[in-house]
């Protein structure tokens, strides 16, 4: 079956009842990203998004778009500003609870073709295993969806060893997707704070992973990691430099480029050249089909981007279907 590994669900009932219970941090969370993008850029993405709200929220449109595509299971995860990271703990609970809720839900109406990835509260790390199993065993959910920071935890956070431990133990894939940039204002116009700030966020959050030896700890985590991973498997040679000439980036065991092999990467690059790359630096079974759908910065038909590549025609059936489907062979399930 071809599968769209990155595919989002817009939750606007919850979203109403986070305002209702924090309308201040909502409102503090939305002049963030005012800052963050500039308000033209927002302004274009609220009608974008707007247009495409069906898509975003019907099962039936869904359906309908990815039989336009030629996609025949998606994995789905919300959009990104369901995240919540300023949450406080009971909120940020709530929400990650619901949510898992809801992904089931919409999945379960078409589970033939649909796969979800629900969510954590990852500035809490205390509560994210709690939340990872009441995922994966209590909602049958794939995996979970987790930004590329939260508050004051990053990726190589200590605190986030036990939630690893039990990615690991379930076989279940942990889909690393950014929302907003730490750059701020110096990324709120022309929309870079998409187009240099996901990428950018992706490289620093896979750094965090590599180089803080997560996935020595843990080898058998399956990590996907949206937008091809960002701006890292194409300047990794940096950070094999830095392995071997600085001590304090020497945490992990073998040189960065050695772990792009031990992460799976999405197709959402643009470009097909940039495509051909990341199956040389990652291998030809770590590349997953994504699309982003099905918001603007996503790809359009996304089967054809990957068949125009000009990639050896198994190595394109494995990246349309195969290689996500082993992804999830091994996974306990509910």
């Known amino acids: 079956m071809t599968t769209d590994v990155h595919a989002h669900l817009l939750l606007p009932a919850l979203h109403d009842e986070v305002v209702r219970r924090a309308p201040e941090l909502v409102a503090e969370a939305a002049e963030l990203e005012r800052r963050r993008n500039g308000v033209e850029s927002l302004q274009a993405s609220g009608a974008m998004v707007g247009a495409r709200i069906p898509k975003l929220t019907d099962v039936g449109a869904r359906l309908a778009a990815m039989d336009a595509q030629g996609v025949d299971r998606q994995w789905v995860s919300v959009s990104p500003n369901h995240f919540y990271p300023w949450a406080p703990e009971g909120l940020a609970v709530w929400v990650a609870g619901e949510t ?73 894939v942990v889909f690393l997707h950014p929302f907003g940039c730490s750059l701020d204002e110096r990324l709120d116009r022309f929309y870079l704070s998409n187009t240099v700030g996901q990428p950018t966020e ?43 000439v600085r001590p304090e980036a020497r945490r992990c065991a073998h040189a960065p480029s050695s772990y792009l092999k031990k992460l799976w990467f999405d197709t959402v690059v643009h470009d097909p050249v940039a495509l051909r790359h990341l199956v040389e630096v990652a291998g030809g079974s770590r590349v997953l089909l994504g699309s982003d759908f099905p918001f603007d910065m996503g790809l359009d038909d996304p089967v054809s981007f990957v068949r125009g590549a000009d990639l050896p025609p198994e190595l394109t059936e494995r990246i349309l279907s195969s290689n996500a489907e082993a992804l999830l062979q091994t996974r306990v399930r509910a």
């Open 202 to 244: 992706n490289a620093v959050a896979l750094s965090h992973l590599i180089f803080a030896g997560v996935l020595d700890r843990h080898p058998d985590l399956k990590i996907v990691a949206a937008h091809g991973g960002g701006y890292l498997p194409f300047a990794i040679g940096r950070s094999d430099r830095a392995w071997h």
């Open 100 to 172: 898992n809720r809801l992904i089931a839900e919409h999945v379960s109406r078409a589970p033939d073709r649909l796969t979800g990835l629900g969510v954590v509260p990852l500035q809490h790390p205390e509560r994210i295993v709690e939340y990872l199993d009441d995922a994966v065993l209590g909602r049958g959910l794939a995996g979970v969806e987790i930004s590329s920071f939260a508050g004051d935890v990053e990726l190589s956070d200590e605190r986030l060893e036990p939630f690893w431990a039990r990615a690991a133990e379930l076989g279940c």
